[in-house]
């Protein structure tokens, strides 16, 4: 379980990032160089900062059980079509799941970071990357350096968007509920194998049988 990995680390008193790199390599035979983590309100500065994001929002979303304060819950909606949201909008956006699911989700997180990288090229945001990392502050957490990180956010802005590729495993896994009632998706391992290696050049180690 992936996504257990790095609450696990956290837990247990050890780096919690290093635990999920090693968790996706041992896994999927992928090796993660570095990380870049940024909370929820990180998030939302960054995207106002530059001034929103233009989302295509494909279907209705209507969520009654968004995680609201003081562990309440609240309705989030959203309208199809092509609307700029702020960053508030757009957290609620890459989190609400209640109408679909995890990997629909997913999804949404992928279309928002495109949408973040078209936006950061428009506005110039190299230009801006001190004033961006300021207002980030202790919301970003890194293993890399302000060098390796201002060197990379060029490399990707500067890359053309026709080189980028993306991919889903969503095709590779099922659901399935546990005897504890946990639900998890079990994976295709032979697809998923497929998959990486068509993507990274690599074959794979998979050792698990099931991703949450």
Do not use: C
């Not at 995680?67 to 309208?79: E, H, I, K, N």
């Not at 757009?90 to 209640?98: D, F, G, I, P, Q």
């Not at 990357?129 to 890194?142: C, M, N, S, V, Y």
Request: charged share 25%.
């Amino acid at each position: 379980r992936s996504n257990a990995a790095y609450a696990y680390g956290e837990a247990n008193g050890t780096s919690g990032p290093a635990l999920l790199m090693a968790t996706i390599e041992q896994n999927f035979g992928v090796r993660v160089d570095a990380f870049a983590q940024v909370d929820f309100a990180g998030f939302v500065r960054v995207i106002d900062l530059l001034g929103g994001v233009v989302i295509d929002i494909p279907a209705p979303i209507k969520d009654d059980e968004f995680p609201g304060p003081a562990f309440t819950y609240q309705r989030v909606y959203f309208s199809p079509g092509l609307q700029r949201l702020d960053g508030e909008r757009a957290l609620a956006y890459v989190r609400t799941r209640h109408d679909d699911n995890d990997l629909a989700r997913g999804l949404r997180q992928e279309q928002v970071l495109r949408a973040l990288r078209a936006q950061a090229v428009r506005v110039d945001a190299l230009r801006r990357a001190l004033e961006l990392l300021t207002a980030l502050g202790d919301a970003i957490r890194t293993d890399l350096t302000p060098r390796q990180a201002l060197a990379l956010a060029r490399f990707g802005l500067e890359l053309s968007p026709d080189a980028i590729e993306s991919a889903s495993l969503a095709r590779f896994v099922s659901d399935a509920t546990l005897p504890s009632g946990a639900a998890v998706l079990v994976g295709n391992w032979p697809g998923i194998r497929s998959e990486v290696a068509r993507l990274f050049g690599t074959t794979g180690s998979p050792e698990a049988s099931a991703v949450r």
